[in-house]
């Protein structure tokens, strides 16, 4: 980032953050602006492109403390929702002004987050997602994903079928049959970004059960200019809801997602439901990068 190329916010720091991890070559880098008062649509994602990372959150602080006003740019497009951005600014604002209650006021609806220290002086971020809910995916249109996938039918877990999922973003939920299966990405790039336009996708959720509560997942986002996002909290939010709905799992519950290994970038997510209250906890690490 360079201010002669973008112009600097009005609190002159554009910040780098990794989520979901405590290493800063772990998870997914997120940049993060914590006064983006005045700036525009277009400088903002200017300044997301310059950056690079998959999204940068602007935050504008409310007048109550500890609400703010946040939008998140792609390098290509303004999204509704971001998790993992969501967590870095947490973080980054408790580092500030101490662990706490925060409240994001998001275009996809409000996002409550506590930010918590460990006993190692990890600070964790748990975000509350907007009201989620699940929806069918056509055949038709489940079968184009896989062709751009170079997917086949056989490649799917038939115990986790495909289903539209929204938890602040709407995602695609596409379950693997094996680790092998979804280790192996390779898609046709825009061809998977007009088809995700065009239904309104955020990123496609490949995910691949180990166990009753632990999986791994991969999330192509090719329409925001990224072939793949390290750690996704947006769609961990959606997931959560997804295995609700579909009785997958028994609630209440904590599953474990491991993102980015395929990457280099091991990420850890934590999604919590619980009994009575159908919104999804998302949770997690994040650490500066220097």
């Not at 979901?20 to 700036?39: C, E, I, K």
């Not at 596409?174 to 007009?194: E, I, M, N, Q, S």
Request: charged share 20%; glycine share 10%.
């Amino acid at each position: 980032m360079t201010s002669d190329t973008v112009p600097v916010p009005p609190g002159g720091e554009i910040l780098r953050y990794a989520a979901f991890t405590t290493r800063p070559d772990g998870g997914n880098p997120a940049g993060v602006v914590l006064d983006a008062s005045g700036l525009s649509t277009e400088r903002m994602l200017a300044i997301a492109a310059e950056v690079g990372y998959s999204e940068t959150a602007f935050l504008i602080p409310g007048r109550a403390e500890g609400t703010y006003t946040v939008r998140y740019f792609s390098p290509l497009l303004e999204v509704p929702f971001c998790g993992h951005a969501t967590v870095a600014s947490a973080v980054a604002l408790a580092e500030r002004a101490g662990p706490g209650h925060y409240v994001f006021a998001t275009p996809a609806g409000e996002v409550p987050i506590e930010v918590d220290k460990d006993a190692d002086g990890v600070l964790r971020a748990t975000l509350t997602s907007v009201e989620p809910h699940v929806e069918e995916a056509g055949e038709a249109d489940v079968a184009e994903a896989l062709a751009l996938l170079g997917w086949s039918p056989e490649d799917l877990d038939a115990a986790l079928p495909p289903r539209i999922a929204y938890g602040g973003a709407r995602h695609l939920v596409l379950a693997a049959a094996t680790r092998d299966r979804l280790a192996r990405l390779a898609y046709d790039f825009d061809g998977l970004a007009a088809y995700m336009t065009a239904r309104d996708l955020v990123t496609l959720q490949l995910v691949w059960r180990e166990s009753e509560d632990v999986f791994h997942v991969r999330d192509p986002f090719p329409v925001g200019g990224v072939v793949e996002d390290p750690a996704t909290g947006a769609a961990a939010a959606a997931f959560g809801a997804y295995l609700r709905e579909l009785g997958a799992v028994t609630v209440p519950a904590t599953l474990t997602l491991h993102q980015g290994d395929d990457l280099g970038r091991p990420g850890l997510l934590h999604v919590e439901l619980r009994e009575g209250d159908a919104r999804v906890r998302v949770s997690g690490a994040a650490v500066a990068i220097p």
